[in-house]
C-alpha cells in the first residue's frame, strides 16, 4: 500500500504542470486542455482523500467536478469557435478582443 | 524745554486725508472722468493747506511750546511697544506743513497746464496725491513709526513718478534706481529706529517710538549708542536727501516729469531726512561727534555736488544737482547744531528751487521737449514770464541781497564760522560762489544771447499758459519775500523764524558772536557771489568762446567733473555687476538643484510608475503568473514553519 | 497497490502530462491528455473508486476529449506556430516554470510530511455504482438536479454560441 500522501504529491505535480501549461501556451485550445489537466489532478486529490478516510463524499463531489467540466468544455470550445469566426485565430494574445 | 500744552484736535486728520480722498477718486474715476481728476486733485490740496494755515493760526494763539495733537487712534501694542496713529502740530510741523500743502498746491495747479497734452493725466494727479498723503504723514507723525509709513510711502510715490513715463526704460530704470538707493538708506533708518526704541525703554521697559516718549527719555542715550543711533538715522536721511555716498539717485531722476522734479526732488520729499533730524535734534545733541559727521558730509556734499554742477548741459541736471548742493547746505546747518537754520533753508530753498524748476518745466514745454542748454538761448524775448521768475529764482539761490536765500545761508555759514567750524566754512563759501556762478551761467546760456535751435523749434517757442505761469509768479514773490522772517539778531524783528521754532529745536547751539562778525561774514559771502556771477557774465555773455578754451585746456578737470567723477560707474562696477553674478548664480542653483529635485522626484515616480506598468498590462496569463508566484510564497510560509 | 506499481503509472502520468504542455502540435496535446486521462483512471481503480474510473473513462476521455479533437479538426490546426516560434515572452515562460517547479515542490513536501495512518477500512462495495447512486440520489440531490441544469445550460448556450448568424 502505498501512502496517500504520495497519490497527493502526484496530484500536486499534475497540478503544476496544468498551471505552467496555461502560462506558457499561447493556443488557446492547448490552455484549455491544461486547465482539464489542472481539474483533472484535483480529482485525484479528492479520490484519494476520499479513500483515505473512507467516505464517498470525495468521490461524489469528484462526479460533480467532472459534470461541470463538461458543461465548461462544451461552452467553451462553443466560444473559441465563435470567435474563430471573426478572426480566423486561436492565439490568446490575437484572441483578447474584449479587452480595448 | 518741550512741556508745553497739548491741545487735542480732530482737525490735523483732515490734512493727508483729503490727498488720500484725490487719490482714490482718481484711482476709481480717473479713466472716465478726467477732467474730475484734474481738478479734484490741486482743490483738495488747496483745501489742505486752508486747513493747516487755520490750524497753525490756532497754534500761534496758544501759549509758545504748544502743540495741536490728534490722536486718530491705538494702533498696535505688541508686549511692551506700543504706537498710535495720531498726529502732533507744533512750530517746526507746521513750518513743514504749510510748505508741504502751500507749495504743493501751487505745482499741482502748474502740474494741470504741463501735463495737459498728457494721456495719462489722471494717473499722474492720483500719484501726485498719493505722494501728499505720504508726505503729510511723515510730516505730521507724532509717532516714528507713522514718520516711517510715510517716509516710505514718498519713496515709492518718488519711484511711480520718476518712471510715469514708463514705456521709455531709462525712465523705469531711473525709478528703480531711486527707490533700491532709497532703500539702502531706509536700512539705516529703521535700525536706528530699532536702537532708539530699545535704548530709549522707560523704568517699566515700555518701548515706543512717540516723539514725546522719545525726547522725554533722551538722557538714556549713552555716548556710544547715541552715536550709533546718530549716525544710523543719518544713513536714512543721506538716502531720502541725497547726500553722499547715497546721492546718486536724485539726477537721475530728473527722467520724471518736470512738477514732478520740483515738488519731489526740490521741495518736498527731499527734505524728509532734515526733517528727521531736525525732529530728532535730541539724539544728535547727545552725541557731538555724530553731529562733527552730519557736519563734515553736508559741506562735502555742497562742494562735490557744486562742481558737477557748472559742467553739466541739462538745464534740469544743473537744477538737480544745485539741489544736492542746497542740500547738502542744510545739513552743514543741522550739523552744527543750527537745527532751526536748517528748517529755515529748506523753505527758502522750497520757494526758490520750485520756481527754478517750474521755470525750467516752462523753457522745456515752450522747446517742445528740448532740455538741452547748448540749444537754448535769447528765450528772453519770447517768454518773458518765465525770464523775469527764473531771474528771480536765480537771485535768491545764489545769495543776493534781500533775496530769500540770502538770509538763510547767510546764518548757516554764519553759524558754522560761530561753531568753530573754519574749514567747513571755507567749504561753504567756496561753494556759495561756485552756485552763483553755475546758475547765472545756466541763466545766461537759457536766456540771453541768440537761440541756438533749429528753425522748427524756434518757430514753436511760446511763453506758457497761465496756470503755468500765475505758480511762477507766486513762487518768484516768495523766493523775493520769503527770507524776511529770520533776520540777522539786531535788524528789524530779527530772528523771528529762529524764535518760532525755538520751543521745539532749541535755540542753535552756538555762541552769538554778535552782530559785527555776521556783518563780516555776510560781506565776504556776498562778494563770493557777487564774484561768481560776474565770472558767468564773462563766460556766458561777453566772451562766449572763452568756456570751450578752457574746457579744452583743462580736460583731464572738464572730464572728470562733466562724468560726475564716475560714481555711477564705480557703484555699478563695486556693486550692481556683484549683485548681478550672485543673482546669476542663485539661479542657476535654483534651477538645477532645486528644480531638479522637484522635477527628479516628479521623475522617479513616472519611472516608478513605468516599472509597475508592467503588473498590470491586461494580459491575464501575466496575471496568473503573479497569482502562481504569490500562492508559492504562501506554501512557502507553511513549509518554513 | 505497491510502489513499483505506483512508479509504473506516475511516470507516464507525468510525462504524458508534459508533453501536453510542451508539444507544438494541439492535435499531439490532445492524445496525450486522454492517455493522461486513462491513465488517471487506472488510478483510480486502485484507490477503490470503480465507478468514477468507468466515468473518467467514458466521460472525459471518451466525450470531452473527442470534442475536444472535433474542434482542432474543425479549425484545421496545425502546429502552434506561436509555440514554435516562441513569441518573445521569454521572462514569463522561465517565470512559469520556476513558479510551477517551486508550487510542485512545495505542495509535494508539504503533503508528503502529512503523517496519514492507514487508510480506513471499507467494505467490498466501496466505490462500486450502487454507492456512489444512493450516496448521489438522497445526501446530494439538490447538487445532482442543479448540477442537471447546468448540463441542460451549456447544451443549449452552445448551440445557441457556435450556429452560424442566418446571413
Known amino acids: ?100 | 524745554m518741550h512741556e508745553g500744552e497739548v491741545i487735542q484736535t480732530a482737525v490735523l486728520r483732515l490734512i493727508p486725508a483729503l490727498p488720500l480722498l484725490g487719490f482714490l477718486l482718481a484711482v476709481v474715476t480717473g479713466a472716465r472722468a478726467r477732467r474730475l481728476a484734474v481738478v479734484a486733485a490741486p482743490a483738495l490740496v488747496g483745501l489742505a493747506f486752508a486747513i493747516a494755515l487755520s490750524a497753525v493760526v490756532t497754534l500761534t494763539h496758544a501759549a509758545a511750546g504748544a502743540r495741536l495733537v490728534d490722536a486718530v487712534y491705538p494702533w498696535m501694542v505688541a508686549g511692551p511697544f506700543r504706537a498710535d496713529l495720531a498726529f502732533r502740530l507744533d512750530a517746526l510741523s507746521s513750518v513743514m506743513v504749510l510748505i508741504v500743502t502751500g507749495v504743493g498746491f501751487l505745482i499741482h495747479v502748474y502740474s494741470v497746464g504741463y501735463m495737459a497734452h498728457d494721456d495719462d493725466v489722471p494717473r499722474f494727479f492720483a500719484y501726485l496725491n498719493l505722494f501728499m498723503f505720504a508726505m503729510l504723514l511723515l510730516v505730521l507723525a507724532d509717532n516714528l513709526l507713522v514718520l516711517f509709513i510715510g517716509w516710505e510711502g514718498v519713496g515709492l510715490c518718488s519711484y511711480l513718478l520718476i518712471g510715469f513715463w514708463y514705456d521709455k526704460d531709462e525712465n523705469a530704470a531711473a525709478g528703480k534706481k531711486a527707490f533700491v538707493v532709497n532703500r539702502v538708506g531706509d536700512m539705516g533708518f529703521v535700525l536706528g529706529l530699532l536702537l532708539l526704541a530699545w535704548s530709549t525703554a522707560d523704568a517699566h521697559g515700555a518701548l515706543s517710538l512717540d516723539i514725546a516718549h522719545i525726547e522725554a527719555h533722551a538722557d538714556a542715550l549713552a555716548g556710544g549708542t547715541a552715536t550709533a543711533v546718530a549716525l544710523l538715522l543719518l544713513v536714512g536721511a543721506a538716502g531720502k536727501s541725497a547726500q553722499l555716498p547715497l546721492y546718486v539717485w536724485l539726477p537721475d531722476a530728473m527722467a520724471g516729469p518736470t512738477p514732478v522734479s520740483a515738488l519731489i526732488h526740490a521741495a518736498t520729499m527731499v527734505t524728509a531726512g532734515i526733517y528727521m533730524i531736525a525732529r530728532l535734534h535730541v539724539v544728535f545733541l547727545a552725541s557731538p561727534a555724530a553731529l562733527e559727521v552730519v557736519a563734515i558730509v553736508g559741506a562735502a556734499t555742497a562742494l562735490f555736488a557744486a562742481t558737477i554742477a557748472l559742467v553739466q548741459t541739462d538745464i534740469k541736471k544743473v537744477l538737480a544737482y544745485s539741489t544736492v548742493s542746497q542740500l547738502g547746505f542744510m545739513v552743514l546747518a543741522l550739523g552744527v547744531g543750527a537745527f532751526s537754520t536748517a528748517i529755515f533753508h529748506v523753505m527758502t530753498h522750497a520757494f526758490f528751487k520750485a520756481q527754478l524748476f517750474l521755470g525750467a518745466g516752462s523753457v522745456i514745454h515752450g522747446m517742445s521737449g528740448e532740455q538741452d542748454v547748448r540749444q537754448m538761448g535769447g528765450l528772453r524775448q519770447k517768454m518773458p514770464v518765465t525770464w523775469w521768475t527764473f531771474l528771480v529764482g536765480t537771485l535768491a539761490i545764489a545769495g543776493a541781497p534781500g533775496f530769500a536765500g540770502f538770509f538763510s545761508k547767510d546764518e548757516i555759514l554764519a553759524h558754522t564760522w560761530q561753531g568753530g567750524h573754519y574749514v567747513l566754512w571755507a567749504v561753504g563759501a567756496l561753494t556759495a560762489g561756485l552756485t552763483a556762478f553755475y546758475m547765472f551761467r545756466l541763466l545766461f546760456l537759457t536766456f540771453t544771447g541768440e537761440l541756438r535751435a533749429s528753425e522748427e523749434v524756434a518757430h514753436h517757442v511760446h511763453e506758457s499758459p497761465i496756470s503755468m505761469t500765475l505758480p511762477l509768479v507766486v513762487l518768484a514773490v516768495l523766493s523775493l519775500v520769503g527770507g524776511w522772517v529770520g533776520l540777522p539778531e539786531g535788524w528789524l524783528w530779527g530772528p523771528a523764524f529762529d524764535r518760532f521754532l525755538a520751543p521745539v529745536t532749541g535755540h542753535p547751539h552756538v555762541a552769538e558772536g554778535g552782530g559785527g562778525v555776521e556783518l563780516a561774514l555776510m560781506l565776504v559771502a556776498t562778494t563770493l557771489a557777487v564774484a561768481g556771477a560776474a565770472l558767468a557774465y564773462v563766460f556766458y555773455v561777453r566772451l562766449p568762446g572763452l568756456p570751450m578754451v578752457l574746457a579744452w585746456r583743462l580736460k583731464p578737470a572738464y572730464d572728470l567733473l562733466s562724468g560726475k567723477y564716475w560714481v555711477d560707474e564705480l557703484y555699478d562696477a563695486l556693486f550692481v555687476r556683484t549683485y548681478v553674478r550672485l543673482s546669476n548664480a542663485l539661479w542657476r542653483f535654483d534651477q538645477t538643484v532645486i528644480d531638479g529635485a522637484v522635477n527628479g522626484a516628479a521623475t522617479a515616480v513616472v519611472v516608478n510608475g513605468q516599472l509597475w506598468r508592467y503588473v498590470q498590462d491586461g494580459n491575464v496569463q501575466h496575471y496568473a503568473l503573479v497569482f502562481l508566484g504569490g500562492a508559492v510564497v504562501l506554501l512557502s510560509y507553511y513549509l518554513v514553519r | 497497490m505497491g510502489p513499483l506499481t505506483f512508479a509504473v503509472l506516475a511516470i507516464p502520468l507525468v510525462a504524458s502530462a508534459l508533453t501536453v504542455v510542451v508539444h507544438p502540435n494541439p492535435v499531439k496535446c490532445a492524445m496525450a491528455l486522454v492517455s493522461t486521462l486513462f491513465l488517471l483512471a487506472v488510478v483510480f481503480v486502485f484507490l477503490g473508486a470503480h465507478m468514477l474510473a468507468a466515468l473518467q473513462v467514458i466521460v472525459y476521455a471518451g466525450a470531452i476529449m473527442v470534442l475536444f479533437l472535433f474542434v482542432i479538426m474543425l479549425l484545421n490546426l496545425s502546429d502552434d506556430a506561436a509555440d514554435v516560434r516562441h513569441q518573445g515572452r521569454p521572462l514569463v515562460r522561465l517565470g512559469a516554470w520556476v513558479g510551477g517547479g517551486l508550487l510542485a515542490g512545495e505542495l509535494a513536501m508539504l503533503f508528503l510530511r502529512v503523517p496519514f495512518g492507514a487508510p480506513a477500512a471499507v467494505g467490498n462495495d466501496y466505490g462500486g455504482a450502487e454507492a456512489v447512486a444512493t450516496s448521489l440520489f438522497v445526501d446530494y440531490l439538490l447538487p445532482f438536479e442543479l448540477a442537471s441544469i447546468l448540463l441542460l445550460i451549456a447544451v443549449v448556450g452552445a448551440v445557441v454560441l457556435a450556429q452560424r448568424r442566418a446571413a
Open chain 1, 1 to 100: 500500500m502505498v501512502p496517500t500522501s504520495w497519490y497527493l504529491a502526484l496530484g500536486a505535480v499534475l497540478f503544476a504542470i496544468g498551471a505552467i501549461g496555461v502560462l506558457v501556451r499561447r493556443n488557446i485550445i492547448v490552455i484549455f486542455m491544461a486547465i482539464e489537466l489542472m481539474l483533472n489532478a484535483v480529482n485525484l486529490t479528492f479520490v484519494a482523500l476520499a479513500r483515505q478516510l473512507g467516505s464517498l463524499d470525495g468521490q461524489v463531489i469528484v462526479f460533480f467536478v467532472m459534470t461541470v467540466a463538461a458543461a465548461e468544455a462544451a461552452v467553451g470550445l462553443a466560444i473559441i469557435i465563435a470567435a474563430y469566426r471573426n478572426r480566423p485565430t486561436v492565439n490568446a494574445d490575437e484572441l483578447a478582443i474584449l479587452r480595448w
